[in-house]
């Protein structure tokens, strides 16, 4: 059975850091991806970020991203999304969430297991 853990989240302030994590059992790092998405109240849920754990190619879904940054520690079988200089509106329900595929393959087919989320609160 794969279970996904997210948690890391809090309330900061404004122009503040959090780092996420996401800890993975039933699922071994390499196996495939492992993503990030958010989903803000009253709004749709969207993808943040997704690693491909064979290779660690990271990809983001605002291109030009500079404020995130997704990782993998393989030996803690754990991916980390550090946010910084985080605004209102990363105010969100985090989730973490994998599949047997690549990113690429996700954009097209979806992740295969999720989390619960943690939520993300950015005080302005």
């Known amino acids: 059975e794969v279970q996904l853990q997210a948690f890391g989240g809090g309330t900061v302030q404004a122009g503040g850091s959090l780092r996420l994590s996401c800890a993975a059992s039933g699922f071994t790092l390499g196996d495939g991806a492992i993503g990030w998405f958010r989903q803000a109240p009253g709004k749709e849920r969207e993808g943040v970020s997704c690693?491909?754990?064979?290779?660690?190619?990271?990809w983001y879904s605002d291109p030009g991203n500079v404020r995130f940054t997704i990782s993998q520690d393989n030996a803690k079988n754990t991916v980390y999304l550090q946010m910084d200089s985080l605004k209102p509106e990363d105010t969100a329900v985090y989730y973490c969430s994998a599949a047997r595929r690549s990113c690429e393959a996700v954009r097209h087919y979806g992740m295969d297991y999720w989390g619960k989320g943690t939520l993300v609160t950015v005080s302005s």
């Open positions: 690693i491909d754990t064979n290779n660690g190619r990271a």
